[in-house]
């Protein structure tokens, strides 16, 4: 493995749902996956978040796995449901001691944590009144920022206001996978909308509680055109658009992009200029590339999604294709110039159905394999002159994959669920070497 820069930062993602478990424990609120996870059929094997890796209750033994891969930093993201029960109103206390006891255990094994605001888990409340397509909900999340801010500003190292907006909109409010599962395909376009206006109005208001850098995390798919007409390309330019444009062009002072479902009636004077407030960095999600082609006469849809062959496939049949990270950033930098922030790869990772042998050991081999390629990509990207300067692997844990429920397996610690016991796999000591080195 080559060298990378001296103060690159290492680091592995979790969320608070997926994780933490005790939602109901301290006087949390119920959050729209609370509900969601609740209609039948919704999660393929009919589960919940409601205990998931018993985080809340095992943080300390959850540190001590960061400290021994010797990490720089932790991301986490704060359940709003945890500070705000019913989503307004005054800090709930108890719900961010919780957050206190995590950040100062962090900094005392010399671990840097990096909070992100919302990672899905909507209060309940604020869905009843329209969610995110109640431009309301933008103040009300600046409000929480400002809440967490006052509690944590002090010793969280990197904000993150929201993670994966273009999935929250588009599975969440679009095809209906995800909560709070609403089936609005393009008319989704306010939730896009909100949810960058309160990324604005929390920047802000995190810039008055900390001196801390901020930022957002995008998930980003580079597009494969598959065949070659017009309408292929057509097809190409409305879905790169609509997943990778859609929020950093606006984040970044561009506007919005040409792309399907923009209703301009949603845009208020001036909104524009709240939403590009500068951030410090760009969090990049990246997982696999799309392929798409010209859809079918009569499709809902502009453009048609299609298989990518040639690539090994993770257990989520995702293309294993570390070049679409490298691709990723260098277009990022072509697209945006001087307008890009430094980058941090927030997310990056595999699912394998990882068993473990007789000695209760867990061989990873793929994932290895998968985090090699994808940590080469970035310092490829970096010798091309893109300026990244963290990687954080998603997940610290194996947890609770949304719809997937727990047939899904991210970690590089295995979590045996009934008993909640941890097992480093193999990709944990890989990941630890590499950190060391
Ligand atoms: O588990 C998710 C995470 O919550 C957001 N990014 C993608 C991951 C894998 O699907």
């Known amino acids: 493995m080559p060298d990378f820069p001296a103060g690159f930062r290492w680091g592995v993602s979790t969320s608070a749902y997926q994780i933490e478990g005790a939602t109901t424990v301290d006087g949390r609120g119920p959050s729209i996956w609370d509900t969601f996870a609740r209609e039948p059929g919704r999660i393929v094997d009919g589960s919940t978040g409601d205990e998931a890796c018993d985080h809340y209750h095992r943080h300390a033994e959850d540190t001590a796995l960061l400290a021994g891969l010797g990490v720089s930093a932790y991301r986490f993201s704060v359940a709003w449901p945890r500070v705000q029960p019913t989503g307004a109103g005054p800090a709930h206390a ?97 939730v896009a909308h909100h949810q960058l206006l309160g990324h604005g109005l929390a920047v802000a208001a995190l810039r008055a509680r900390t001196a801390s850098p901020v930022a957002i995390a995008n998930n980003y798919s580079p597009v494969r055109q598959v065949g070659d007409t017009d309408a292929d390309r057509a097809a190409a330019q409305a879905y790169d658009a609509l997943h990778n444009r859609l929020f950093t062009d606006p984040l970044l002072g561009r506007g919005y992009p040409d792309a399907p479902g923009l209703d301009p009636a949603v845009i208020h004077d001036g909104d524009l200029d709240v939403l590009a407030a500068p951030i410090d960095v760009l969090g990049v999600n990246y997982y696999n590339p799309t392929g798409i082609r010209a859809p079918e006469e009569g499709s ?54 990882d068993v473990p042998d007789a000695q209760g050991r867990v061989d990873d081999p793929e994932r290895i394999a998968y985090l090699d390629g994808h ?31 727990f047939t899904k397996r991210f970690g590089l610690v295995h979590v045996d669920y009934p008993t909640q016991r941890r097992t480093p796999k193999s990709s944990y000591a890989w990941f630890r070497d590499l950190v060391r080195r």
């Open 300 to 353: 809902p849809l502009p453009f048609e999604m299609v298989p990518l062959d040639g690539y090994p496939r993770t257990a989520f049949d995702w293309p294993v294709a570390p070049d679409g990270l490298r691709e990723l950033l260098l277009q990022l930098h072509d697209r945006y110039g001087d307008a890009l922030p430094p980058i941090q790869v927030t997310e990056s990772g595999c699912a394998y159905d």
């Open 375 to 405: 940590v080469r990509a970035v310092h490829e990207a970096i010798t091309a002159g893109v300026p990244v300067t963290g990687y954080f692997v998603w997940s610290l844990l194996d947890n609770w994959e949304w719809a997937e429920g």
């Open 94 to 190: 108890a719900g961010l001691d919780f957050y206190d006891r995590l950040v100062d255990g962090l900094l005392a094994a010399g671990v840097d944590p990096v909070a992100t605001l919302f990672h899905w888990d909507l209060p309940q409340a604020l869905e009843d009144a329209g969610g995110w397509l109640n431009r309301d909900t933008a103040a009300r999340f600046a409000e929480y920022a400002d809440l967490t801010a006052a509690r944590l500003g002090d010793r969280v190292k990197l904000w993150i206001t929201l993670n994966e907006p273009f999935i929250h909109m588009s599975l969440g409010h679009g095809i209906g996978t995800h909560a709070p599962g609403r089936m609005l395909l393009f008319d989704a376009f306010p």
